[in-house]
C-alpha cells in the first residue's frame, strides 16, 4: 500500500488494523427474546485489513449497512471487536479493559453525523467543550476554561464570549458541528474519526466546515478517517479511499487512482449515482438494481453480485436471485403472471440463501417452460452461466448453481480489489 | 363528478400551465411574530412538466409546496391565487379541496414509512387510497390499476399483499410513490423524496421521478437541497431564498449562467466530482420573522450595491428565458442615482453561520 | 437569578387558554394552602389538640360562634384550628413521600434503564409487583407493617405513601433513560471517554428528570387523598400527634346524624379543595411541559396588504 512521504515520524503506520470483526447478535421477536435465544449474526465488520499512516485521510465510503460506522466506532473501542487486533501505540485496542479504553480515548476522537443529536441539550457549549477534559482528570474550572477557549478559537467560534453560555438549540447546525470539532480536539488526539461530519449540514455550509478539518489537520497534525456515503466529498478530502460494502472492504487505494479508474463495478456505480449539476457534464448512467441487502444473510459468493451490473459466471448465484429473476419477468410481462404465478406457485422459500432453488407446482414441464421463457427474454442474464444443471423435482425443477468463495482483496493496477473480474496479478489470470 | 369537470376543463385549455400560482404567500404563526416563510412566489407548470425548487433549509420551500397542497399547521395563514386547470384552489371549500387532494394533487414525503400504516398491507393501502375517490371500482379494478402502477416503479406483483415493513427503505418511497399516482393526479408535489436514501436508491428514485412525466404525464413540483438531483431531472428550476424565487428558468440555461448571485453562490458552494476548490456562502439565511430591507440576500451577497439594502429588487425577464429578481440585472431606471455604488457590508463570522 | 426567574415564569408565558387558567387557579388554591401549612402557629387561633383556652374549656360540639368559627367537635377542639394546622400535615406528609419516591425511584430507574440485564428485570418484576397492587390496599398493608416501628406518625405515613408511588417514579424515569440512552450524544460522552456514573450523572438525569415535575405535583393530588382515607380509616396519625383531615372526618361521621355539619363540613371540604388544587398546577404544567400536548401561545398572523414591488409580476407564458 502506498504510503505518504511526509509522515511525521517514519516509524510506520499509526494504526494497523488486522483481520478485524465485529459481529452483532440478533435477537428476534418476544419468544426468543423471552429465552434468550439468539436469531443469527450481523456481520457489521468482516474480516478488515486496514494501515493508516500518519498524517493521512483515509475514507471510508459505502451504503447504509456496509460497516463502515462499525469499523469507525471499533476504533475508539465504542464497539467491541469479534476477532481481530487494532494496533495503535504498542497497544491493542480490541483487547483493552474498559480503564485502558477511556484513556485510549485522549488519541483517539469522534466527529458525529448529526450535531443535532450529538450535543446534550442540557449542557451550555462550554460545559460540552469542557466535560472532555473534566473527565480526563482536570480538575481546575479555570484551566479548563482556559482549554475551551483555545479549542473554540480553533474552531472558529470566536468571539469565544458568544458562544460559551449557548446551549445547542441557540446555534445553528454548523455551529453545533463546530463545537463537536471542539469537543473532539480539545484532548489534542492524533487520530479523528469523522462519521459523515457533513451530511446532515446545508450546501451553503458543508464546504466551510470540510475547510476546517482540513486546517485543523495542518494545525494539529491531525490522522482523519473520514466516513462517508459520498464520493464526491471523498475525492475532494481524502489521500486514500476504501470502498465498502456489507463489512468488507470491495477497494481500496489512493483517490487519485479509484477516482481515475474505479475497478469495482460497486465503486463504479456510487460514482455513476452522484448527480451531476453541471447539465454538461450528465452521463446516462447504468444503475445497479436492488438495495443494500440484509447483513444477517448476505448473498453467496460475492455479496454484490445481485446487484453487479457487470456479474459473471463465478460470482456466487443462488436461490434468492431466482426469485428475483422470476419477479423481474413479471415487471415485464403483466398479461401472462396470473397464469404464470398458478404454474410457479409460491417465492418465498427461495429465500433461504442456498444454491440450489426447487420451485414449481404446475408440473416440472411447465415450469421448466417458463424458465426458458424468462432466459428468453434476456439470454446474457449471468445468472444462467452460474447454473450447473436443472433437475425435475416432483411438480417443478431444481435448478442447481456453481458454489462460489466471495473474492478476496487483490492487488490490481495501483488498487486493491475484490472481484472476480480482477484475478490476482501475480498468478495471471486463472479462472477464465 | 369533479375528475369529469376537470377533464373538460383541460381539453378547452390545452397548453395552459396546470399549476399557475401567483404572489403566493404562507406566513406560519409563532411567539414571536409571523414567520413569512413564502412571501410573493410566482410560478406556472405546464403538463408533464417537472420543476425543480432549491435553496438551503428554512428558504421556505417545503412550506410552498405544504402550502399549495392545503397542508398548513395551524396557525398559518396563506393567500395570493393558485389556478389548477383554472380553479383557483386557494378559494375552494374545504370539501372540495380534500376532493382534490389525492385525485387530483398529489404529494410524495420525505419519510415514507411515517406515512404508511403498519398494520395494512400494501393491497390494503391502495384499496383505501382509491375507494376515497372512486368508491365504485371493484376489487379487482383496484389490484389492477395498483399492479399497473407497482410495475411502473419496479415493484413486482407477487409483493402486493406485503405488509410495508417487508420492504426496504428504496422500496417503501417506490410505494408512496406509486401511492400517490394511482389516481393519476395532474399535479404532484415531491418534498425532498430521496433525502433520508442511500445514494444508489436515491439515484433510482431520481431516475423513477425523470421518468413520470413519460409514464404518467403529471406535473411535479420536486422540492429538494440538492441542485444535482434538480440538474438530473427536472426540466426548469426555481431557486428560492428567504421565502422569495430569486431566480428562475430551463436547468440548463439557469444553471450554466446564473445570473442571481445567489443561485451563482449555491451552485458554487456544491461539492461535485468536478470540485477542485471548497466555496461557500457566508453568513445564515435571515430570520424570516424579520426579514432584511431590500433584497433579502443582500447581507450575504458578495456583489450587493447601495440601492440592494434599501429597495425590493424587481421581478425582470431573465436574460436567455425565465425570471430574476436582482438589482444587477435591473432596471436600470428604477436604481436611484449612485444606487450602483458597492455596499459597505458588515463583515460576516462564525457567529452568523448556518 | 434572572434565569431562575424566567424558567420558573415559564409555565404562565408559554401557556394559553385553558392550560393558563388551570395553572393561575390550582397555583393559587395550592398557595392558600401551603401558605396556612407554613404560618399555621400564627394564622389556627389555638393549637390543633387544644382544648381550653384562658383558663375556659372550649364546648363540646359547640355551634360555629365568633370563637370558633367553624365550631369545636366533640373532643373540644377548635375545628378551625385543626383545618389549618391539617394543612401543615398534609404538605409535610406529601412532600416526604414525593421525596422519598424521587431520591429512591429516580437513580433506580436510571441505573435500570441504563444498564438493562438481570438488574432491570428484577426491578421492573418488583415495580410492577407495587404497581398492579391495589393502591389503597398497599398503603393499608404497608401502614400496618410500619405503626410497629414508627407508630402512627408522619414518617410512617409518608413512608407508606412512597411504596405506593415509587413504580411511576421507577418507570418514568426507566423509560425515558431508555430511548435518551440510545442518543448520540450518550456516545458522544462515551467517546471522550466518560465512565458510565459521569454519563448518568451528567448526560441523562438532566435530560431523564423532566417529567417528574408533573409527576410529583399530580401525585401530590393522590396522596393527600389516599393520606385522608389512611386517616379515615384509624391507620393514619392520631389526632393527639397531629391534625389530619381524614382522621376528623372519621370522628365526624357520628356528628353527622344528629345534626352536626360544622365537624365533617370544613375538613372535607379542605380536602377538596387542596386536592382540585393541586391537580390543576399538575395538569397545567403537563399541558406546558409536555410538548405532545403543548399549544404555545401563537401570535395571529396578519398579511398586510401587499407592497407595489411584489406584484409587478407581469403575464407570463
Known sequence: MPTKPDTQTGTGPLVEVRHLSVHFQLRGGTMARLFGRDIGTIKAVDGIDLDLQPGEVVGLVGESGSGKSTLGRALLGLVPATTGSIRLQDQDIARMSRRQLREIRRVVQMVFQDPNAALNPSMTVEQAVGDALRVHGMRSASRRREGVVKALERVGLSPVELFLNKYPRDLSGGQKQRVVMARAIVLNPTLLVADEPVSMLDMSVRAKILQLMLDLKSELGLTYIYITHDLATAKYFCDRVAIMYLGRVVEIGPTEEIFAQPRHPYTKALLSAIPEPDPDKMVPRDLPRGEIPDAADPPLGCAFHPRCPEAVRGCGWESRDLRALVEQHWLRTDMAYDEEQAVIGDLDHLDAPATSATLGTGGAGAVRAILDRVRAEDPSEPLWSGVTSIEDAGPGVTVHFEPAEPPALRRAGGVDVACVLYPDEGTGRASD | ?354 | MRRVLSALAKPFTETAGLARWMLVAGVVITAVFVICAIFAPWLAPYGFAQSSAHGTEFPKVGHPSSAHPFGTDRLFFDVLSRVIWGARTALEVVILSILFCVVLGVPLGLLSGFYGGWLDRTLVLIMDALYAFPSFLLAIVVSFLLIDVYGGSVIAVSLSLTVVYIPQYYRVVRNTTLSAKEASYIEAARAIGARDFTIMRRYLFGNVVQSVPVLGTLNAADAILTLAGLGFLGLGIQSTQAAEWGHDLQRALADAGSGVWWTGLYPGLAIVLLVTGLTLVGEGLNETLNPTLRRRRLLPVVMPPRASSTTTQEEQG
Open chain 2, 1 to 354: 363528478m369533479a375528475i369529469d369537470l376537470t377533464d373538460q376543463v383541460v381539453d378547452a385549455s390545452a397548453g395552459q400551465p396546470v399549476i399557475s400560482a401567483r404572489d403566493v404567500r404562507v406566513w406560519y404563526g409563532t411567539t414571536r411574530g409571523a414567520i413569512r416563510a413564502v412571501d410573493g412566489v410566482s410560478f406556472d407548470l405546464a403538463p408533464g412538466e417537472t420543476l425543480g425548487l432549491v435553496g438551503e433549509s428554512g428558504c421556505g420551500k417545503s412550506t410552498l409546496g405544504r402550502g399549495l397542497m392545503g397542508l398548513l399547521p395551524e396557525g398559518a395563514k396563506r393567500d395570493g391565487q393558485v389556478l389548477f386547470r383554472g380553479r383557483d384552489i386557494f378559494s375552494l371549500s374545504q370539501k372540495a379541496s380534500y376532493q382534490l387532494r389525492g385525485s387530483e394533487l398529489g404529494m410524495i414525503f420525505q419519510e415514507p414509512l411515517t406515512r404508511l400504516n403498519p398494520l395494512m398491507r400494501i393491497s390494503q393501502h391502495f384499496e383505501e387510497t382509491i375507494k376515497q375517490h372512486e368508491p365504485d371500482l371493484s376489487k379487482d379494478d383496484i389490484r389492477e390499476r395498483a399492479l399497473e402502477v407497482l410495475r411502473l416503479m419496479g415493484i413486482p406483483p407477487t409483493r402486493y399483499r406485503s405488509y410495508p415493513h417487508e420492504f426496504s427503505g428504496g422500496m417503501r418511497q417506490r410505494l408512496m410513490i406509486a401511492l400517490a399516482l394511482v389516481l393519476r393526479p395532474a399535479f404532484v408535489v415531491a418534498d425532498e423524496p430521496t433525502t433520508a436514501l442511500d445514494v444508489l436508491v436515491e439515484a433510482q428514485i431520481v431516475q423513477i421521478l425523470n421518468d413520470l412525466r413519460r409514464n404518467f404525464q403529471t406535473s411535479l413540483l420536486l422540492i429538494t437541497h440538492n441542485v444535482g438531483i434538480v440538474a438530473e431531472a427536472c426540466d426548469r428550476v426555481a431557486v428560492m431564498y428567504a421565502g422569495r424565487i430569486v431566480e428562475q428558468g430551463t436547468v440548463t440555461e439557469v444553471f450554466k449562467h446564473p445570473q442571481h448571485p445567489y443561485t451563482r453562490e449555491l451552485l458554487r458552494s456544491t461539492i461535485s466530482l468536478s470540485t477542485t476548490g471548497l466555496n461557500f456562502i457566508p453568513g445564515a439565511p435571515p430570520d424570516l420573522v424579520d426579514p432584511p430591507d431590500g433584497c433579502r440576500f443582500h447581507p450575504r451577497c458578495p456583489e450587493a450595491m447601495t440601492v440592494c439594502a434599501s429597495k425590493n429588487p424587481v421581478d425582470m425577464e431573465r436574460p436567455g428565458g425565465g425570471r430574476v429578481e436582482c438589482w444587477l440585472i435591473g432596471p436600470e431606471s428604477e436604481i436611484p442615482a449612485g444606487g450602483k455604488q458597492p455596499l459597505k457590508q458588515q463583515e460576516l463570522t462564525v457567529a452568523d453561520e448556518a
